[in-house]
């Protein structure tokens, strides 16, 4: 979407780190979010971090928040193969809608 | 025990048909979603229902109708189908407020 870019690719070798990044526009964002979807399956919703936060750890998941910069990332440590998907980042606007960026499509190599 | 259930899965029918996509959740949630995902992957909010009553709408055709029988379900009819049709829809619901949206399986709509 407009509002929230994303790069559109990442290779990274089985074991290393991933970092995805997303920048986002809409300053009133609350709650920004990382779905995960795998090929020809549904949206997965994996961690989300509310705008007063600047990072939150779930396992093997970070994701900082730099709301200054409108800057949210996704650090995947120890990358498996299990991890190869697109990775959407997505802002709430307002109560009700999600705006996606074009989503990030993660490619772990052996 | 499916959270967000989308029927059909897969939709292949002849342009100028009328089709139906069915969505149902069990997780207790008000608000629910319908998107679109084109072939280059990128996702679009169609329609929000909040407890049966319409809160979004995005400049969608109006060959699309939505229906919220209950706040269960939300239900994607399409008139007059046409070959730009051709996506991936997914059903999505979530709590009161900013809760996150949790989502279905999406339906795979192809017209021939």
């Known amino acids: 979407g407009e509002d929230v870019e994303q790069s559109l690719f990442l290779s990274v070798r089985e074991g290393d780190s991933s970092v995805i990044n997303c920048t986002y526009t809409?300053?009133?964002?609350?709650?920004l979010y990382w779905y995960k979807q795998e090929p020809g399956a549904g949206l997965q919703l994996l961690t989300y971090?509310?705008?007063?936060?600047d990072m939150k750890q779930d396992q093997r998941l970070t994701v900082l928040l730099n709301k200054k910069d409108k800057h949210l990332s996704l650090r995947i440590a120890d990358t498996q193969t299990g991890d190869s998907a697109i990775y959407f980042c997505?802002?709430?606007?307002?109560?009700?809608?999600?705006?996606f960026g074009a989503g990030t499509t993660v490619t772990v190599r052996a | 025990d499916t959270a967000v259930s989308q029927t059909p899965k897969y939709l292949v029918t002849q342009m100028g048909n009328d089709k139906s996509i069915k969505c149902e959740q069990n997780l207790g949630h008000d608000t629910m979603y319908w998107y679109k995902q084109d072939s280059k992957k990128f996702l679009k909010i169609m329609f929000s229902?909040?407890?049966?009553?319409?809160?979004i709408n995005e400049t969608v055709p109006n060959r699309f109708s939505p229906k919220s029988p209950d706040k269960a379900h939300l239900n994607l009819h399409i008139n007059s189908l046409e070959l730009g049709d051709s996506a991936v829809y997914f059903c999505?619901?979530?709590?009161?407020?900013?809760?996150?949206?949790?989502f279905g399986d999406g339906t795979r709509l192809s017209i021939l």
């Open positions: 229902y909040n407890n049966k009553e319409l809160i």
């Open positions: 809409d300053s009133s964002s609350t709650y």
């Open positions: 971090i509310f705008s007063n936060m």
């Open positions: 997505a802002e709430s606007t307002n109560d009700y809608k999600l705006s």
């Open positions: 999505a619901s979530s709590g009161q407020g900013n809760q996150p949206q949790h």
